[in-house]
């Protein structure tokens, strides 16, 4: 799911219709159940893009260190062959498909950040209906 398409979820499914706080006080169970589900897919996917980088950061130090494949020097020409450790890394953390597959990474974990955000709030989101239910049972005089 896009992170637009979260965010977009999050705005209507968080309204609370005050008008019927008594069926309001149910849709918690149900948004947990849609945004944990949601979660779960979210996080799987992570861990596959996690253990992708691992595999891509393996292949590029093949490149830096001179034993890629002579289709990628021929795409990329690399003259060098990088021998010290500190010379390897920095090359890998400056590779721009690394830079743009940690971004990937780093959406990612955005993502997941806002569905525990929203996930925190439904677990809040029963005490606030219930003290609205509470100040109108007060306002009415019951």
């Known amino acids: 799911m896009k992170l637009e398409e979260i965010k977009e979820a999050i705005k209507a499914d968080f309204k609370i219709d005050k008008t019927d706080l008594g069926n309001e006080a149910l849709r918690p169970s149900d948004l947990f159940s849609?945004?944990?589900?949601?979660?779960?897919?979210?996080?799987?996917?992570?861990?596959?893009?996690?253990?992708?980088?691992?595999?891509?950061?393996?292949?590029?130090?093949?490149?830096?260190?001179?034993n890629g494949t002579p289709e990628e020097y021929a795409e990329r020409p690399f003259p060098q062959k990088l021998r010290t450790e500190t010379a390897?890394?920095?090359?890998?953390n400056s590779d721009p498909d690394i830079i743009a597959f940690e971004e990937k990474l780093d959406l990612q974990d955005l993502k997941i950040k806002l569905i525990e955000a929203a996930l925190d709030q439904i677990k809040k989101m029963g005490f606030s209906i219930k003290a609205s239910i509470d100040y109108y049972k007060f306002v009415s005089g019951g």
């Open 88 to 92: 390897i890394q920095e090359h890998i």
């Open 34 to 66: 849609k945004y944990i589900l949601l979660w779960t897919e979210e996080s799987i996917k992570l861990k596959s893009l996690q253990k992708e980088r691992g595999r891509l950061a393996v292949k590029k130090r093949a490149y830096y260190t001179g």
